[in-house]
Each structure stands twice: as structure tokens, then as C-alpha cells.
């Protein structure tokens, strides 16, 4: 079992920067690591992913080069950091592990295949 802590949201202006932070109970070496969200009313939506055994990062497409998303395993620790945040970004994030032995590329979308979740951090955009 793992499990996840975010932190680090709140109330930011359009074109502000905030970074989420998750922590883990436990080394997560071997998960890949994800970040999902999830505005009222709409589906929850991978925002972005970093694997495992290489590193490798992935983007959701509406992410356009503004957010980061960095894992630091002997520290249990993962952050996804945001800036330009638009009027689209609002919603609860989230924070999971899981892929074990994935497919990566073709996988990290899939809420469903997560094991592990966090209880998810409200990011609010707003003058």
C-alpha cells in the first residue's frame, strides 16, 4: 500500500504559477507517477506522467509546455509545477501511482489502471 498526500493548491490569478506537491508513504520507485484532474461536472483527466524505469515524461495536450511534472523517489516525492494557469485549469487535482510492468505510452490516460490515489487538492483560478 501507498499512500499519497497533495499539497500546495489554492487560489491563484490567470497567468499565475502554483505547485503541487505529493508525498508518499512509502518509496514509489517503481510506480509511474501521475497527475489527473478534475473540474465540476467533467470526467477526471490525466494532466501529465513520469515513468519509472526511464524517466520518461508525459503531457496532456491542453498542458502546452506550461506545466512540470518532476519525481524525486528517495524523497517520496512528486511535484507538478503549473504556471500560466488559465481559466481551464480550476478543479481538483490529483496525485496516483501505479503501471507496473505498463506500456507507458499507451497507458497513463487510464484512470482506472492507477492503484493508488491521493485525496486530491482543490487549484482554484480567479481574479
Known amino acids: 500500500q501507498v499512500q499519497l498526500v497533495e499539497s500546495g493548491g489554492g487560489l491563484v490569478q490567470p497567468g499565475g504559477s502554483l505547485t503541487l506537491s505529493c508525498a508518499a508513504s512509502r518509496r514509489f520507485d517503481f510506480y509511474v507517477i501521475a497527475w489527473f484532474r478534475q473540474a465540476p461536472g467533467k470526467e477526471r483527466e490525466a494532466v501529465a506522467a513520469?515513468?519509472?524505469?526511464?524517466?520518461?515524461?508525459y503531457y496532456a495536450d491542453f498542458v502546452k509546455d506550461r506545466f512540470t511534472i518532476s519525481r524525486d523517489n528517495a524523497n517520496k516525492m512528486s511535484s507538478l509545477q503549473m504556471s500560466s494557469l488559465e481559466a481551464e485549469d480550476p478543479g481538483v487535482y490529483y496525485c496516483?501511482?501505479?503501471?507496473?510492468?505498463?506500456?507507458?505510452?499507451?497507458?497513463?490516460?487510464?484512470?482506472?489502471?492507477?492503484?493508488?490515489w491521493g485525496q486530491g487538492i482543490q487549484v482554484t483560478v480567479s481574479s
Open positions: 496516483s501511482a501505479g503501471g507496473v510492468g505498463w506500456p507507458v505510452a499507451r497507458m497513463w490516460t487510464v484512470a482506472n489502471e492507477y492503484d493508488y
Open positions: 513520469i515513468a519509472s524505469h526511464d524517466g520518461s515524461i
